[in-house]
């Protein structure tokens, strides 16, 4: 399925949601690609999962906000696939640095930077100890076994708006 084909899908998925996050956030290495970049070379060409590209354009067309948050320990590297991948633009702050948080770190400066409310965000991410304690803070928070794809997206969304229907419900 093409980017442009996967947007329009991701549109169609954000339609059927009355409440959408005000800031979704995504993990990088097994997340949005399949690999890990301190495996990798700067030179080298990244690929994205297949569903990925057009899941971000589809949120920045809907005006949802994104940022990145990885525990890298090789933040050049995935900053130079950032922009190889021509993702730079799509991200209102990115939060790449080597951390022993769970990622903790990495989400209190991305508030600190956007004013976001924890539980105005959306977090994907492909390891449990993160989603545990990230979603402790209050984010919404969805474990992707095999990259970021339609489903998870769809179900993400899902999550999200039970969420914040639960807590309007109190």
């Known amino acids: 399925m093409g980017d442009e084909r996967v947007k329009a899908e991701a549109l169609q998925i954000l339609g059927l949601f009355q409440v959408l996050p005000r800031l979704v956030v995504f993990d990088l290495d097994y997340t949005l690609w399949p690999f890990y970049c301190e495996c990798r070379s700067k030179r080298e060409s990244p690929s994205l999962y ?63 930077k956007t004013g976001v409310p924890y539980k105005s965000m959306l977090f994907f991410d492909d390891e449990d100890r993160n989603i545990e304690s990230v979603s402790k803070m209050g984010v919404t928070s969805v474990l992707v076994e095999n990259g970021l794809n339609l489903d998870m997206f769809k179900l993400g969304l899902s999550n999200f708006a039970s969420n914040v229907a639960a807590t309007q419900d109190k």
């Open 50 to 112: 297949r569903h990925a590209k057009g899941i971000v354009c589809a949120l920045k067309e809907k005006g949802v906000d994104m940022a990145i948050a990885s525990r890298s320990p090789t933040p050049d590297i995935a900053t130079a696939f950032i922009g190889k991948l021509e993702l730079q633009p799509m991200f209102v702050t990115q939060e790449i640095f080597s951390s022993w948080t769970h990622k903790t770190e990495h989400f209190q400066k991305i508030q600190r």
